[in-house]
């Protein structure tokens, strides 16, 4: 992962993460930027649970184009907050979206068309304070927004770069396909039979994939289907401890530097606790042709 | 709060759930008068039978293990973008007398005083569900005489036909479900008004804690207790009163 941030996420970069909205959140990459000490970057995504309030906590971001920003089961952001209210750490421009149009903004850059219409927004506020919604004509057009690189987990992937997802994939495939360039993590790394075995569930075209990197647990707390429940008291921790910043920096400190990487951080947790033992599987496909 | 959000739910209706105790809602409706409905989940799902286990989001496992559909967010958003989306909830920090909802800023967007989350989905459900209602704690800061930024745009300036003019497609608000009370639309629109008082509570408690002078209606009645079933399937899907407890995380918002 390091290699991987280091590599593809330069300073000043625009990055989609937690496309899957509340499942499949990427944090071992976001906690790998913020131990990198990356700057100015401008976040892309639907809703972010937690892990763009630590990303601007940590003051590594200028810009966030986002539907919404907080923690999904506890409520407020307070880095959020702060960088808004009182420019805490950095003084954080937004991009207010609903869930749609982030999606239709991603979907224009990816049919490279300058923007798309939709009949949703039409008599919200957002459209005064984000110049990238333009009413005309009795629709709202929504400007193409172009990630420089998307991050997503997954539950598996090959070396190629073929990843399998499942269950709900939020505005996943119109961010990889948008963005210049996917990482992906991973659950598990897999054999290119196994990904091959399925390829109408594979993600995105291998030739956006710069990186794959396996990192299992990567996108605790939230939930993976099929491998890890979602760590509900993980979540209320943060955001009894980012009430301050004092707090949010003792949690920065415990969570991110103080350990080197996702599987240090795996010995840290209960993770038997969320993982996920009852398994059930769908039934295979027939790809037969002769 | 959660069996009255609940009776909103028609049996037969597509309903766009959401997060917190609209989930709670929908599974209380499932299992008492509406075993017909359908729920969709903006994360990209469609389930009939609530999840079986507790839901600290809508993107948690269990809501994902026997879904109808697990999807794209944009193929859900097709659904409500046709009109086909009976009905949505929508969480809010502020609403207002035209039922305007504010999740976004408390004072001026460029040095808010308060940044709340934004709009999620909301601004989505407001303006493309065929109706909608939103759950709110009764106090006088939430319920405002206008709300100084429109997240999710209900009547607008209250004139009629405000919707229609600004080319919103869907309904709009039916409903605005307190911990004190019910209030309600007439019909096209316009001005909310008191329909209902919970039990335990009065007309007077009701208006002193709106920031507005609140319009009852002739016939305002006191909301009719939760059923057993009701009560038996909240108690079911919130076993821990982690929503619905004393000290439950109704207040805020939610995407």
């Known amino acids: 992962m390091a290699q991987a941030i280091q590599r593809f996420v330069p300073d000043g970069a625009s990055v989609a993460m937690g496309t899957a909205l509340e499942p499949l959140i990427p944090f071992a990459a976001g906690h ?30 200028r810009r966030v184009t986002a539907a919404w920003v907080g923690n999904v089961s506890e409520g407020l952001g307070h880095c959020y907050r702060r960088a808004c209210e009182q420019g805490i750490p950095a003084p954080l ?3 207010d979206h609903s869930n749609f149009s982030v999606s239709l903004a991603l979907w224009a850059a990816a049919w490279q068309v300058p923007s798309l219409p939709t009949s949703s927004l039409l008599g919200s506020d957002i459209l005064r304070t984000n110049p990238n919604l333009v009413a005309a004509d009795g629709l709202v057009h929504v400007q193409a927004v172009r990630p420089d690189i998307a991050i997503v987990h997954v539950q598996r992937a090959d070396e ?3 990843a399998h997802a499942w269950g709900p994939l939020g505005i996943t495939e119109e961010a990889g396909l948008a963005a210049d360039g996917v990482i992906v993590s991973c659950e598990d790394l897999v054999d290119s039979s196994v990904t091959l075995s399925d390829p109408n569930r594979i993600l995105f075209p291998e030739t956006k994939v710069v990186a794959v990197v396996h990192e299992p647990g990567g996108a605790h707390p939230s939930p993976v289907q099929g491998h890890f429940k979602r760590d509900h008291a993980f979540y209320r921790d943060y955001a009894e401890q980012s009430r301050s910043v004092a707090g949010f920096e003792a949690w920065l400190s415990r969570w991110v530097f103080d350990v080197p990487d996702r599987a240090s951080y795996m010995k840290e947790i209960d993770g038997e606790a969320i993982r996920i033992t009852h398994h059930q599987f769908s039934a295979p496909a027939d790809f037969g042709d002769t | 709060m959660v069996a009255v959000a609940s009776r909103e739910i028609r049996d037969g209706d597509l309903v766009f759930v959401g997060m917190r105790l609209p989930i709670l809602a929908y599974a209380v409706a499932r299992n008492a008068h509406a075993p017909n409905a359908r729920g969709l989940f903006e994360v990209g799902l469609m389930r009939d039978q609530p999840a079986s286990e507790f839901l600290g989001t809508m993107g948690d496992p269990p809501n994902v293990t026997g879904a109808l559909w697990a999807t794209r967010m944009s193929n859900v958003m097709a659904l409500m973008a046709q009109g086909r989306v009976d009905l949505g909830f929508i969480g809010g920090a502020e609403v207002d007398r035209f039922g305007n909802l504010n999740t976004s800023y408390i004072g001026e967007p460029s040095r808010p005083k308060v940044k709340l989350p934004g709009s999620g989905g909301g601004a989505d459900i407001a303006i493309l569900s065929r109706r909608w209602v939103t759950l709110m704690s009764h106090e006088r800061r939430r319920l405002v005489e206008r709300v100084s930024f429109i997240t999710s745009p209900g009547y607008g300036d209250g004139t009629p036909g405000w919707r229609k003019r600004n080319g919103l497609l869907g309904g709009g608000p039916v409903a605005i479900i307190t911990t004190l009370g019910v209030l309600r639309f007439s019909e096209g629109g316009g001005e909310a008004h008191l329909a209902s008082v919970h039990p335990g509570h009065t007309v007077a408690d009701v208006r002193a ?26 108690r079911r899907f919130d076993p821990e009163g982690f929503w619905t407890g004393p000290s439950a995380r109704s207040g805020g918002t939610s995407p």
């Open chain 1, 32 to 61: 790998e930027l913020i131990r990198q000490r990356r700057r100015d970057l401008a976040l892309v995504g639907p809703i972010s649970d937690a892990l763009f309030d630590q990303l601007i906590g940590a003051g590594c971001v």
């Open chain 2, 209 to 234: 804690n709106t920031g507005w002078d609140l319009k009852v209606a002739d016939d305002v009645s006191e909301t009719s207790a939760p059923t057993d079933a009701e009560l038996a399937a909240s």
């Open chain 1, 160 to 162: 190629h770069g073929r």
């Open chain 1, 93 to 95: 421009e937004v991009h």
